[in-house]
């Protein structure tokens, strides 16, 4: 399976980039604007609308108009996995309905200090079977302004805050 890979370091803590990274509101503020994303829903493992935390379980409904141009394309997302322990954090999302065939993000952090490595993996299959898999080596063309302004603005979010 093709996979994108991105990483940078926040001067930021563990704690703060992991409690950002938690809410419904990070992935907001880390979306850039010509997605024209619209969060149509949350609803937590417990059925609760609108969860605080992006708990294991929770299924998120997007939709999103890339550049305005055409339909809006309905992405849903499931948070499969989320573990923190000392020093590392990650949760996983799997996309159960969207326009990929297949989209697994692993969203992890790594504490160094004061500061904190975020990685983002994707493994993804693109669709139209053996076609979409020759063109899957130019979809990083797309990955990559969307991955580096998620981490450039992780970056503007957390650097500089000052823990209450």
Avoid: C
């Avoid at 619209?38 to 417990?46: A, L, N, T």
């Avoid at 809006?72 to 590392?88: A, F, K, V």
């Amino acid at each position: 399976m093709p996979s994108y890979e991105r990483e940078t370091r926040v001067r930021a803590p563990l704690e703060d980039v992991w409690e950002f990274h938690s809410r419904i509101e990070g992935l907001e503020a880390l979306t850039p604007e010509w997605l024209a994303l619209r969060v149509e829903s949350v609803i937590g493992p417990d059925g609760e609308s609108n969860p605080e935390i992006l708990e294991a379980g929770a299924e998120v409904a997007l939709s999103m108009q890339p550049f305005g141009v055409g339909p809006r394309q309905h992405w849903t997302s499931l948070i499969t996995e989320r573990e923190r322990t000392d020093g590392t954090a990650y949760f996983r999302d799997e996309m159960v309905d969207g326009p990929f065939d297949r989209w697994i993000h692993t969203h992890a952090f790594y504490a160094d200090g004061e500061q904190t490595i975020v990685r983002d993996l994707v493994e993804y299959e693109l669709p139209m079977g053996e076609l979409g898999g020759a063109l899957a080596p130019f979809s990083r063309v797309g990955f990559d302004p969307m991955f580096r302004y998620r981490h450039r603005k992780t970056r503007e979010e957390l650097e500089g805050r000052v823990r209450a």
